[in-house]
Every structure is written in C-alpha cells, then in structure tokens.
C-alpha cells in the first residue's frame, strides 16, 4: 500500500467519525419513519370520518381500528412502489406534491367503490369529505416537514443524509461538479479514493480498490459511487469486482453522453437491449384521449353548428361567384399534405406555389367574408378536417404549402411542428400569435410557442386552450 493511500484511508476515517458525530437521524431510518408517520396520518383521517359518522365511543373506536388497516394496505404499498419513501423523494417538491395528491385521490376512490357496494352513498357524505381533506393535507404536510428539516440541517451542517464513497479516476473527479445537486438531494461524500490514471499498472489499480473496499468496511457509508471514463469499464470491471464484499448498494456516475441514454427507457430484444433515444410526443393513451376528444367536440359541434352553416352557406351562393367551400393544400402530422375546408371569405381560391396572405384591408375578402373571417366562423368546416383524421381540435396551426416551405427554410426547429397534429386553435393563437406572419421574428414565435405545447401536452391544457379560444374569438384579436 502506497503512502498517499495511507495518508487518504486515515483522513477519511477522521472525517466519517466527526460526520457520525452530527448526525441526527439514521439515513437508514428515514423510510421507515416517513411510512409510521403515513400510518398516524392515516389513522388520524380514519378517526376524523369515524367521529363524524357514528360519532364518538365505542363505536367509533372500531370503526377506525378496522378502516385504518385496510386504507394503510391500498396508499402505503402503492407509495413504496412509486419511490415516496425514498429519502431524496422528500427534497423534491415536484415528487410528493404531483405524486401523493393522486395517489391518496385514487386510494380514496377506491374506497369509496368498496362502500358504495355495501352501503351506497355511505362514502360520499360530509364525513367522506373530511377524511380525503383531513388525509391529504396531512400527507403533504408531512412531506413539507421532511423538506423543511432536510433544509435546516443541511444549513447547520447536521445533515444526516446518505453517506458516500466516491471512486474517481485521474487528479480530479469531474462529477464534483455535481456536488451541489448530491447535497441537495441528501448525499454526502465523505471518503475520495483516486484510483490512479489509466496509465497505472493492473496490480496498482487493483490494490486501491481493495483500499476502498477496506475504507468502506471501516465506515458507515451507505454507498459507493463511481466516477470513471467509460472507455475504461471493461477494463476495470474485473478489479470492480471486489466491491462485491460489500452489502451497499454501488453505482456509476453517468455523464455526458452517457448520461443521456440512461435517462432514456430501454428494453430486451433476445441479447440486445433497445434504447430510446427519441420518444414520440404522446404516448398511446395519450393519444387515444385526445382522439376521443376530438371526436365528440367535433361531433357536438357539426350538430349544433349544421343550422348556422346551412344558412351561411345560402348567403355566401348569394353574395359572390364559386364554391361554398375553400379547399386548399396544408402540411399536416409528419410532413403529409392534406385539403383543409374553409367557408370561403375571399373571391379567389390560391392554392399553389405562390399565395399571398391575407391583410387587415384585403380587396380580395368579400363583405360576408370579412364578418365570417372576424368570428373565425370560416374555420368551421375544419371540424370535417378533425373527423377525417386530419386534425385535432388544438395543436399548431398548419400553413400553406409554399409558407411552409419558406419558414421551413428560415426557421430551424420549424419541422418539429410536425409531430403532431394540426389543430384548429393552438397554443400561439390564444398566447397572442393569431393573423399573418408577414415578418420571420412573428412567426418564430409562433413556432417557440407551438414546441412549448407539444412538450407540455395534457388534455387539461386543451380544455384550457379551447376555452380561451372562445375568449378570443368573442373579443376577435388578430381577425381579418
């Protein structure tokens, strides 16, 4: 054993015993005692439903201690599956506030169908209410808690957090860089071994790791990390082996390229693993809910709309020369063109190489078609375009051919519009990007503004984006 590894084994066995020192609470303990305090929340939303149904006495003491048990079997299981308990889950506030609301809901849920089977409506009183209130707020609160404290110690320096080994490569390990966020995610390096550079023999690299194994034995670290170069795993692996002695978890530091095919999902295919490395925007089910909302909202709106378009139809044969209908070529879902239908507003039907864009002051829109256009009842027929399959009630807004072509070449990320459908309304059109493009700046917003919706889909925010269109339509921002 070399001097500087002796040197490194006494100063990390000083600063683990001044670590252990401050600790508070065991990292090993945090799980167990975020679930016993799951059960008390419990327990306590239990006796505030049974108070408020049998009132108080023996009754309502039973009654607690046989719902108490069967509600902690469907959250706590259900949360432990889903990571909640895992003691950086409680420093993420996106975690426990986007995870246990739905979770603790559809526990109460369920519930609430096992009632209704023995005693209907039994559930759905003011005492069901203040049991899913009374539990959920001490769900959460429980969490804010955990955060709260995390955020105290680690400011005192009391931190018990997940004690760390780190093996690195070279004089210095790159994923120090990261150390901010392994404090803030509750792990503490407390011992560093380098071993050595690539050009140190087998024998050397082997010893220090043997090291490691000895520093680890002779702590109280949770877990070892990795930080070496890739390249060198195959290398390294058999002298990797010896971390097998220990009965912590070990892991590797993903970085750089890396770092972005781990994050990636991947499956077995017979000895070959499949990574992602480009998932489509919606997944199946996704997609599946947005075509069935699609569908009925353009079904209702064809029924209730047919009076209307009947008689504008009358008027626009009345007013002018041509067809009811303007059909015209658009670039829809991955590049296919297809006819969009439009109640014609103008007394030309461009649709080829060079089409000119409509203006506020427009000779060619006629009296009629001034008003359809200012309603954006013109856009009605497109609700054929949705029952074709062409569109969706929301998503970005598709352009004639040749303005496809030219912002295409203008605009970089243009094309990514493309991955999903075209909508009648989007996004940018209730954000303020409604009308002509004339200049290339309005319609990058356009397009920044349409990636923002397909990255942050939910058919929360459609609902949102369809009411908001009425908003606009009625004030008639941007219509000519």
């Given amino acids: 054993m070399d001097a500087s590894s002796i040197t490194n084994l006494e100063r990390t066995r000083d600063y683990a015993a001044g670590s252990a020192r401050q600790s508070i609470v065991s990292y090993r303990s945090v799980e167990l005692i975020a679930i016993l305090v799951d059960a008390l929340v419990v327990l306590l939303a239990c006796a505030v439903w049974s108070v408020l149904s049998a009132g108080s006495g023996r009754q309502a003491v039973l009654l607690t201690l046989s719902i108490t048990p069967m509600v902690c079997a469907l959250f706590i299981p259900a949360a432990k599956l889903a990571s909640l308990y895992h003691p950086s889950a409680f420093l993420v506030e996106n975690s426990w506030t986007y995870n246990v609301a739905p979770l603790w809901l559809g526990t109460m849920v369920l519930l609430g169908i096992g009632f209704s089977m023995l005693q209907p409506s039994e559930f759905l009183t003011k005492a069901g209410v203040a049991f899913t209130l009374v539990g959920l707020v001490g769900l959460l609160a429980h969490r804010a808690c955990w955060r709260l404290l995390a955020r105290r110690a680690a400011t005192s320096g009391s931190s018990p957090g997940r004690r760390a080994m780190l093996i690195h490569q070279g004089s210095s390990s790159p994923s ?58 195959q290398r390294l692996k058999p002298h990797m082996a010896c971390l097998r002695q220990l009965p912590i978890p070990v892991s590797l530091i993903a970085r750089d390229w890396l770092a972005e095919f781990v994050r990636q999902p991947a499956h077995m295919l017979g000895s070959s693993i499949l990574v992602e490395v480009q998932c489509p925007p919606l997944k199946l089910w996704e997609r599946v809910v947005k075509r069935m909302m ?187």
């Avoid at 560093?192 to 034995?217: F, K, M, P, T, Y």
């Fill in 176 to 233: 120090m860089g990261a150390a901010p966020d392994l404090r803030r995610y509750g792990i503490r390096i407390e011992q560093r071994l380098n071993i050595g550079s690539v050009e140190d023999s087998e024998s050397l690299v082997r010893q220090r790791i043997e090291l490691a194994v000895g520093i680890a034995q002779n702590s109280d670290v949770d877990e070892v990390l990795i930080d070496v170069d890739v390249r060198e795993w």
């Fill in 294 to 480: 699609d569908l009925t909202v353009a079904t209702i709106g064809l029924v209730l709309c047919s009076p209307l378009l009947a008689v504008i139809a009358l008027m626009i044969k009345l007013e002018s020369r041509g067809p009811v209908l303007f059909r015209q070529t658009r670039i829809g879902f991955n590049g296919k063109a297809f006819k969009i239908y439009k109640l014609r507003t103008m007394t030309v039907l461009e649709d080829g190489p060079d089409i000119r864009q409509a203006t506020s002051d427009d000779a060619r829109i006629t009296t009629l078609g001034r008003w359809l256009r200012r309603t954006s009842i013109d856009e009605l027929p497109q609700l054929f375009n949705v029952l074709k399959g062409d569109m969706s009630i929301v998503g970005p807004r598709p352009h004639a051919v040749s303005h496809d072509s030219q912002f295409g070449q203008l605009i970089a990320d243009y094309a990514f519009r493309r991955r999903m459908k075209p909508g009648i309304t989007g996004w940018a059109q209730v954000s303020g990007c409604r009308g002509a493009t004339p200049e290339v700046e309005m319609m990058t917003r356009r397009v920044q503004l349409d990636m923002l919706y397909i990255e942050s889909w939910s058919i929360w925010l459609d609902i949102s984006i369809i009411a908001r269109t009425a908003v606009a339509v009625i004030r008639g921002e941007n219509a000519y």
